[in-house]
């Protein structure tokens, strides 16, 4: 990924200070050359920075990026509409006259303008701006030395990359470091230690030693960020290539335990009787990145980073049988609503399905232990619903046995359930279970309100389709309901007719 044509074409960064590298040919946006003209015209000099100019070294320029930061020396807002009005188009342009900036959004592409300044770089800060300040001024506050490059869109350099504090080279040596003392960077914005973490992950690189102490010696001070903006760098690690690593950093540098202590806890081995169980943090890492192999869905990642998460409090050793952890998965799917309360994820049918995996997650692996039986298929098919596909994957990636028959043994037994999954979702339409027979009907057949015993009788209807007793048509589920209700001592006052009849 890293250094592409783009660098490997213009590898001139270790030929002194004299040395530049021009990047006009990789400025592709339309909106490059308009600044360029409107800042001629102003006498106002402007810089794409950060992001962008990051990005467009590691994997070379779009036609349509993202997001484009501009820095100007003098009013970013003004530059802002000047650009607008260049483009003479109907564009959107939303002004944030505290923080002095203004944002653009051309097409797809949101393209924002910030007036150089001296003091920190607090994009989301409520502290109004208070001082301007140079090109310099505004590279050393910012968060790493690859955030930190510039390039020029002025007349006489048109291009250029301004790179102070050696970013280029630290993409080529790929480490994370801060352009100034670590321990500044960090406190003028805490949040900046999780951006570390996440573009370490994202981009498989290091953190240098001493950016990596400072994130430790700091790690307090995340606690004056917002759990909001905490909590969308996590989803950001978590949605990388390989997000183990990003919680490694974390747990290595001590933000974990304060984040997400639920995770933390589930470090490290215990012995009894020589006996040892895994440590489910490491494997839990791991199920993480297996599945990060198989889908890009946040929540099934979020799925995957839980699933065992009741381990330590359910841990047990029992003599004979070891180390146990019995029904961490129901009181795994219980803790669920209180950590995404207190992350602000959402309350809403997302973490309802993240607790549904996490209650669910031992079920096909224990199907593939034993005889599979139709009816615990069944069972299993009707409780996922929808979620079933998702479900054996979480399965698939929680297989993590370092013995390479093991593992082959799993999956040729998930493999199996997977085809009477399909076997039996032809003949039975289970997946998306309606009851034959609704309470109303059995109210209406034994004349009686709603009651106890319409549940009961319900119940008893749904759980012979389940097993496989009754097949899953209305003359079976009626016939069943006369039997449940007279045996419970009702009496039919009227005969049930289909709908279609
Ligand atoms: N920045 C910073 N400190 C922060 C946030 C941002 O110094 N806490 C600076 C960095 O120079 C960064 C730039 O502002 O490159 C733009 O920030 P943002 O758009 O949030 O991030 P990007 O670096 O563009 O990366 P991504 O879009 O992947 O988050």
Not at 96 to 125: C, H, P, Q
Request: aromatic fraction near 6%; glycine fraction near 6%.
């Amino acid at each position: 990924m890293i250094f592409n044509a783009v660098i490997l074409s213009i590898r001139l960064y270790f030929c002194g200070s004299k040395c530049t590298m021009n990047l006009s040919d990789h400025l592709h946006h339309k909106v490059f050359r308009i600044i360029a003209s409107v800042a001629a015209e102003e006498h106002t000099p402007s810089y794409v920075i950060g992001g962008f100019v990051r990005d467009l070294l590691i994997e070379g320029a779009g036609n349509t990026p993202k997001d484009i930061d501009i820095v100007v020396i003098g009013s970013g807002i003004e530059m802002a509409e000047k650009v607008k009005r260049s483009i003479g188009e109907e564009l959107s342009l939303t002004v944030f006259k505290n923080f002095g900036t203004a944002m653009l959004k051309w097409g797809d592409t949101e393209i924002e303008f910030v007036g150089a300044r001296k003091e920190s770089y607090r994009r989301n800060s409520r502290k109004p701006l208070v001082e301007n300040g140079t090109l310099e001024d505004d590279q050393n506050r910012r968060d790493f030395t690859i955030n930190a490059m510039a390039i020029s869109l002025n007349p006489d350099n048109f291009g250029e990359l301004l790179d102070p504090f050696g970013g280029v080279r630290h993409l080529e040596e790929k480490v994370i470091i801060t352009p100034l003392e670590p321990g500044s960077t960090f406190s003028d914005d805490p949040l900046r230690m999780l951006r570390g973490i996440r573009f370490a992950t994202r981009l498989g690189f290091d953190i240098d030693p001493a950016t990596q102490n400072a994130i430790h010696q700091y790690r307090e001070r995340i606690g004056i960020v917002s759990q909001e903006r905490i909590t969308d760098e996590l989803n950001k690690i978590i949605a990388t290539k390989q997000p183990g690593k990003g919680f490694q950093l974390l747990d290595q540098t001590g933000l974990l335990e304060m984040i997400l202590p639920e995770l933390h806890q589930l470090k490290g081995v215990e012995e009894v009787n020589e006996q040892l169980h895994k440590d489910n943090f490491l494997h839990t890492l791991e199920v993480l990145d297996n599945i990060a192999l198989k889908t890009d869905d946040l929540w099934l990642r979020w799925a995957a980073l839980l699933h065992d998460i009741a381990k330590p409090r359910t841990r047990k050793y029992e003599t004979g049988t070891g180390w146990t952890f019995h029904a961490h998965e129901f009181i795994g799917a219980k803790m669920i609503p209180g950590i995404f309360r207190r992350l602000k994820l959402p309350l809403n049918e997302k973490m309802k399905y993240v607790q549904k995996l996490v209650q669910l997650h031992l079920r096909p692996i224990i199907l593939s232990q034993d005889i599979v039986t139709d009816a615990a298929i069944r069972r299993l098919i009707f409780d996922a619903g929808e979620d079933l596909e998702d479900l054996m994957t979480l399965c698939e990636a929680d297989i993590t046995s370092k013995n390479p028959r093991t593992v082959k043994r799993h999956l040729r037994n998930f493999q199996i359930v997977r085809e009477k999954i399909i076997e039996l979702e032809e003949r039975d339409s289970i997946r998306n279970f309606q009851p034959p027979i609704s309470g109303d009907d059995i109210q209406k057949v034994f004349g009686i309100p709603p009651s106890r015993p319409v549940g009961i009788i319900k119940n008893a209807i749904k759980e012979a389709i389940l097993d496989g007793e009754i097949p899953n048509n209305f003359e079976a589920a009626c016939q069943k309901m006369v039997e449940i209700g007279e045996a419970m001592g009702l009496t039919v006052h009227q005969e049930l007719k289909r709908e279609d009849e």
